[in-house]
């Protein structure tokens, strides 16, 4: 599948009438197990991705990484990948316009863009700044507009709801495909939010959160793991790790490999 083809498959995906369940990868082996399995898509995970590296989340990890990473995700992927790019590492429209440009050239078919603690009308301008540079390269780009209200409880109770709306509207209008509202796990709110955003709203996993099927029922078209896989590997690692440590035993590490293919065959070798 070419990648005009991954981006048509990966809009419709936002249409039909499953929700989508993404999980979110953070290197070329991560992103071939969760397409192995039976991803409909794979996404990266901007703060999995930092931390792969050695850098905190928070727009710190160098671009350079960033495009490298997604690089080697869609090569492994043979489904349509979406890349996590924080705010786009920066609020200068023309550097951004370029951004843009290298993730598409790297092959991601949609990106999140997330406006954190900045002016709700500068991510607006950075909307239509990524979907210009987009429409310039002749790309469908699903362009996923993230409001951080809740996730950063920049307000809270019935003002948070108003506020996500408000800026929801307000992304729609500059060219935003998706509203990605990470925080909420209650589900009037849910509900609530899927009747008032008119594009597809993704909403983030996180624990007590409904499953999928309620989700889908409550009018929410996308569900992302975000950092949960990184931290279940890296979790089953860590404690694997500190077994062999003490003991020196292959047994350590034995219960970890279950069900890991053979990832040299997979790549080719």
């Keep these: 599948m070419d990648q005009r083809s991954k981006a048509d498959a990966f809009a419709a995906l936002h249409a039909g009438d499953d929700i989508l369940i993404l999980p979110n990868a953070w290197d070329a082996a991560s992103a071939a197990i969760m397409a192995d399995a039976g991803a409909r898509a794979v996404a990266t995970s901007s703060a999995a991705v930092a931390w792969a590296h ?11 990484k960033v495009l ?35 993730v598409i050239g790297a092959g991601a078919v949609g990106i999140n863009l997330e406006d ?35 996730l950063l409880r920049l307000a809270e109770g019935e003002a948070a709801y108003d506020e996500a709306v408000r800026r929801a509207d307000l992304y729609r209008a500059a060219g935003a495909d998706g509203i990605f509202v990470p925080g909420p796990k209650d589900e009037t709110l849910i509900g609530r939010l899927a009747a008032a955003i008119r594009l597809p709203l993704n909403i983030m996993l996180l624990p007590g959160l409904p499953d999928a099927a309620k989700l889908q029922a409550l009018g929410v078209r996308r569900v992302s793991s975000g950092t949960a896989p990184f931290r279940a590997a890296y979790a089953t690692v860590a404690k694997a790790v500190a077994s062999f440590l003490k003991t020196g035993e292959a047994s350590a590490f034995a219960a970890g490999v279950e069900g890991l293919g053979d990832l040299n065959r997979r790549f080719g070798g």
Excluded at 55 to 61: H, I, K, M, N
Excluded at 90 to 102: K, Q, S, Y
Aim: glycine share 10%; no cysteine.
């Design 116 to 150: 954190g603690r900045r002016a709700p009308d500068l991510h607006a301008r950075k909307l239509e700044a990524a979907r210009k540079a987009a429409d310039a390269e002749g790309a469908r780009l699903f362009i996923n507009a993230r409001a951080d209200v809740f």
């Design 54 to 64: 050695g850098y905190a989340d928070g727009d710190a990890l160098p671009l350079a």
């Design 68 to 102: 490298a990473t997604i690089d080697t995700v869609a090569r492994a992927s043979p489904v349509p990948v979406t890349a996590d790019i924080e705010g786009g590492y920066t609020d200068d429209l023309g550097e951004l316009g370029e951004t843009i440009r290298m």
